[in-house]
């Protein structure tokens, strides 16, 4: 067998993610057909943050725009309304309380000296401020995080790179849903992934944990990851998963930049699993050897361990 060559599926050793996080191989099923008034069109304003709120002066569709500090509103409709909140029901993150869920990620964030913080404000310029403890109302995604952590190998939780987890707050003016900030090595969810869809949010959360990865990356690793990625620029050849933008935009995406290849590939690598692997085999030379490289690269920066 080739240096970097991929492994026959029954002699790999395989890890197992949540089934919500294996989804992500998936396409993104429209709820269109179960979801009465849902079209196409709401249904992507949804996926991409925008709500229904009843209000005194009727009911407003609007929100965060791209996750940044800026919002807008505009009327809606009584059957936009109901439309939203059936499909909110289906995809989408709601406030609710989960203690049990909460003091048990805490517990493993303790262990691995990892900040939990969240931001819960109306206005930019207190977007700073921390609440004075871990908002109860995100049960939801705090029984999510518990069950994606602890599927990671325990040194990429124990790393200088992943100090602090924050969820919520408004984001920077360059409008993300989420981030990684370098200088504080702290993953950032912004209001727009804690309030949207849960598959952005799972999305999202790998995707930045993927910079906490490839900033912990040495340079030898990362010149041989690049190495592999110009022969994947040169043939197009990368893979895009749909979470937030369509998988066509997630592809270029990388193409344009290094560093948000190797944070895609962490989210790719640990929820396609089988997929990802089926894929590369489907693919011609070079673009195969060069996915081969990536793929045995990250094998080793996750200490062998693969996904089914």
């Given amino acids: 067998m080739k240096e970097g060559e991929l492994k026959p599926e029954e002699d790999l050793l395989l890890a197992s993610m949540p089934d919500e996080v294996r989804e992500l191989r998936n396409d993104w099923p429209s709820q269109t057909e179960s979801v009465e008034n849902l079209t196409r069109e709401l249904e992507q304003e949804f996926r991409f943050g925008q709500q229904i709120t009843k209000t005194d002066r009727g009911y407003l569709m609007g929100g965060t725009l791209q996750g940044g500090s800026s919002s807008m509103w505009y009327p809606a409709t009584q059957q936009q309304y109901h439309a939203y909140k059936r499909w909110r029901n289906i995809e989408g993150l709601y406030e609710s309380r989960d203690d049990e869920a909460y003091c048990d990620l805490q517990r493993l964030l303790d262990k691995h000296d990892i900040q939990l913080a969240t931001h819960r404000t109306c206005s930019p310029r207190s977007r700073k401020r921390s609440d004075a403890f871990p908002h109860p109302g995100y049960g939801q995604i705090y029984a999510h995080m518990l069950s994606i952590l ?15 987890i924050q969820l919520g707050g408004w984001g920077p003016d360059a409008a993300k849903a989420s981030a990684y900030k370098k200088s504080e090595a702290a993953v950032l969810m912004y209001d727009f992934a804690v309030g949207g869809a849960r598959r952005t949010f799972i999305g999202l959360f790998l995707h930045e944990l993927g910079h906490a990865h490839e900033t912990a990356l040495s340079e030898s690793e990362c010149n041989v990851l690049h190495q592999a990625y110009q022969v994947l620029i040169e043939e197009d050849a990368f893979f895009g998963v749909e979470f937030l933008l369509d998988p066509d935009t997630r592809k270029l995406y990388q193409k344009f930049v290094f560093v948000e290849f190797l944070a895609e590939t962490y989210m790719i690598y640990a929820s396609c699993g089988a997929g990802l692997r089926a894929r590369i085999k489907k693919l011609a030379e070079p673009a195969r050897g060069a996915w081969e490289q990536v793929y045995a ?12």
């Fill in 150 to 164: 602890p599927q990671l190998p325990k040194a990429h939780l124990s790393r200088e790179t992943l100090k602090r």
């Fill in 297 to 308: 690269s990250f094998k080793e920066s996750f200490g062998g361990m693969e996904y089914e």
